[in-house]
């Protein structure tokens, strides 16, 4: 028998007891007075931008002044116009300039400012984690208190991929120095239409 199998072996046999996952009473969870300012609060409070509009006439001009100006920029939200195409199979060196990208989200959470995105709103996976900006836009309606309440409308078993984001990519664990954009985008702007 070999060490991987005499390892893998060990392993299964021993398994801890499985145990039930604990039942959390949403109700009980913390509630908030207006969801809509908690979310902003919170997404501010880490670096973020939120801007409330009525509707996306402005979120299409920035994206054609930032075309017209020269800056990669891609788009993937059909409403802003036509969304960039064949991005799929793109690589991190095809996408490494990228400006800024706009994406569609699915809810904010307003607990702690994090944004939901399915696979299937993000035509490359690199996309919000590659551009220097990032632009998410999502329904107002769509906050909801806490990440308890958002597992409960989020669909886990949709796509092979979601992710959560919240805020610019920072860190400070170099040297004690802040850094911001460090494994992502150095700004993130959230549209609430």
Request: overall charge negative.
């Amino acid at each position: 028998m070999s060490s991987r199998e005499t390892i893998l072996k060990a392993i299964t046999a021993n398994k801890p007891t499985p145990v039930e996952l604990p039942r959390i009473e949403i109700d009980s969870v913390v509630q908030y007075e207006d969801v809509v300012a908690q979310f902003r609060q919170a997404l501010e409070s880490i670096g973020a931008k939120v801007i409330e509009t009525t509707g996306i006439q402005l979120l299409q001009q920035q994206l054609e002044t930032e075309k017209a100006g020269g800056h990669f920029v891609i788009n993937t939200i059909p409403a802003l116009g036509e969304p960039t195409g064949n991005l799929s199979a793109a690589s991190a060196q095809e996408l490494a300039g990228l400006y800024k990208a706009y994406i569609q989200g699915t809810l904010g959470v307003a607990e702690n400012g994090a944004v939901w995105l399915y696979e299937h709103q993000l035509p490359n996976r690199l996309l919000p984690f590659i551009c220097e900006y990032l632009v998410l836009v999502i329904d107002r309606d769509t906050i909801v208190p806490t990440m308890h309440h958002a597992l409960e409308k989020i669909d886990l078993g949709t796509g092979g991929f979601g992710v959560f984001i919240a805020g610019p990519s920072k860190t400070a664990d170099i040297e004690q120095s802040l850094v911001i954009g460090a494994h992502g985008a150095r700004g993130l702007t959230v549209y609430l239409v």
